[in-house]
């Protein structure tokens, strides 16, 4: 994408994966289980880029690291945005919703500073 193009929608990325997909007829392979475990194998690429890693080194990569990890995330949110499409899963409600869950799990004056799971205080 130029940086004189706006960026996709959701909406808009979904369409273009399923134009991507019906073009090389990849259709029969993508049911939600293998959409799901796709998406699982990206993450685990996207997780051995910081393999090895401190703390440190995680939060300052240099440009080329930063290209490759980006790629990464790339792919995960393009196998995550097929999924969605496959199991009808309006995915920016379903985040809203979660975050609104989220909220109440973890209301700031009992979580703020803290790494401990809800169901451990």
């Not at 939600?32 to 995680?58: D, R, Y």
């Not at 290209?67 to 792919?75: C, F, G, K, L, Y």
Request: hydrophobic fraction near 45%; charged fraction near 25%; glycine fraction near 4%.
């Amino acid at each position: 994408m130029s940086a004189d193009q706006a960026p996709l929608t959701v909406a808009q990325l979904a369409q273009r994966l399923q134009q991507f997909a019906d073009a090389r007829e990849w259709g029969q392979f993508h049911s939600p289980k293998n959409l799901a475990s796709a998406l699982i194998v990206e993450a685990g690429e996207l997780l051995e880029h910081f393999q090895w890693m401190t703390e440190a080194q995680s939060r300052s990569l240099d440009a080329d690291k930063k290209q490759a990890v980006a790629h990464e995330m790339a792919d995960v949110l393009l196998y995550l945005v097929q999924l969605s499409s496959a199991l009808g899963v309006d995915l920016m409600a379903a985040a809203s919703e979660k975050m609104a869950l989220n909220e109440q799990k973890y209301p700031v004056d009992v979580a703020k500073g803290s790494s401990r799971k809800y169901d451990a205080r």
